[in-house]
């Protein structure tokens, strides 16, 4: 048998070698090229006698082939093909269902296959442009229905065992507020919402995995399948009325949680770095280090961030809602407290080295219990309550990120253990007293007086706005405690 001289045009590699593989050593390939352009290119001694077409690729429509016959060429053949797994659709010329590389070669030859005219099951159906689309027979429009209720049953039975997990797991620390109730509402939803994708994916995932994996020496492709617009308008739909379900939900859900209340209290909180300040402008109480509240009350916390280019956020678990202090922008958050109990602020932005460290004591007290903590703080102090009060500042501002109390020498700054009223080494080699005076100073101005082996310009130089006098003076009566 003289071997035929054959191009392949297509743009699919897979094309390529699947003609390649099927005319094996029966054909003699010229070349494979992706367009009309390289096949006119080709040397006059490697010129095809037969050219077939990836019927498939959009491109090489049968129109752009005038420019290429050769004006010499008397024998030449096109053959229009489409490669679907293992099944080969000869077009223009020949149509065969099911074929193998026999047709091929049968239509290389320029032999016609008969298929008698109402032989319509051996044709794979054709829409109006001539391509083939999905070859289906009533027994595996069956089988996909089968697949499908298994599949949904399969979905749902998971969808049950993931909420089931899902809401034993405490996600959460027990609401105390008001507003948690809105925003762990939304939480429930989302996690019926999570369960459900998480099995529609995997579920769908694994059972193919295992129904539609390689049975015995199969190695042939699997089905062609052109698209389903159903689906993909489904699967278009569901998900975007999802999304502005969950929107709206939750744009109702910030109006509750953000919503004024009658008998609101004023308490404005600072943020600095590292640490909280609460006043109360009604009650007359300044620079607290501690958020205290009455249970039940309504409480309209304004917020602002004493730095000038860094962002804090304030947030307590328990109180679910939380917000950003961004220096020159005031921000405000609404409580109201449920229950009493101990909580903590957590600055929730990263901060800085002292982030960790910024944290605030926030305790919610009964009517009776924060009238009594008002007038205390409202009291004379002895020096004792004073350097009490003095170490809850300290701990409450951030110090302790760059000083211990240890002794160790090795920090960001130095030691505060037996600090005071001691002959202090300076950077500059001279000597001071660590009194009441220089520990002042150190405070609010601690860049004047740098000690031997520390750096400069670490510590925030705005202690001065942060701190009232009787505040400063509590640090200084707690340091004295430090022997
Ligand atoms: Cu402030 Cu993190």
Partial sequence: ?????????????????????????????????????????????????????????????????????????????????????DKMVVHERHQVAGAGEADLLRALRGERQEIPPNDQSSRPPQDPQGRMTRMEKPSQRRNYTRHFIIVSVLVVITTAISLVILSRIPWMLPPATAQAGPVDALLSLHLIAIAFLFSLVMVFMLYSLFVFRRQGDDDGDGDHFEGNTKLEITWTIIPLVTVLIFSYLGAVGLRQVTAAQPNEMVVEATAFSFGWQFSYPELGLQNSPKLNLPVNQPIHLKMQSRDTDVIHNFWVPEFRVKQDLVPGVPTELRITPTRTGNFLVRCDELCGTGHTYMLAEVNVLDQAGFDVWVEEQKAVLSPEQMAQRGEELVNASGCIACHNITGDPGGIGPTWKGMYNHEVQLADGSTVVSDEEYLKRSIIDPNAQIVAGYNPGLMPANYADLFSEEQLQYMIEYFKTLE
Avoid: C
Wanted: glycine share 4%.
């Fill in 1 to 85: 048998m003289t071997q035929e001289r054959v191009l392949i045009v297509s743009t699919h590699p897979l094309f390529r070698d699947g003609i390649i593989r099927l005319l094996g050593d029966q054909a003699d390939v010229v070349g494979a090229v992706t367009n009309w352009q390289e096949a006119q290119e080709l040397p006059a001694e490697r010129r095809p006698q037969v050219i077939i077409v990836d019927h498939d690729s959009p491109e090489l429509k049968e129109a752009d082939l005038a420019p290429l016959l050769w004006p010499d060429a008397s024998d030449l053949r096109v053959i229009y093909v489409t490669l679907a797994g």
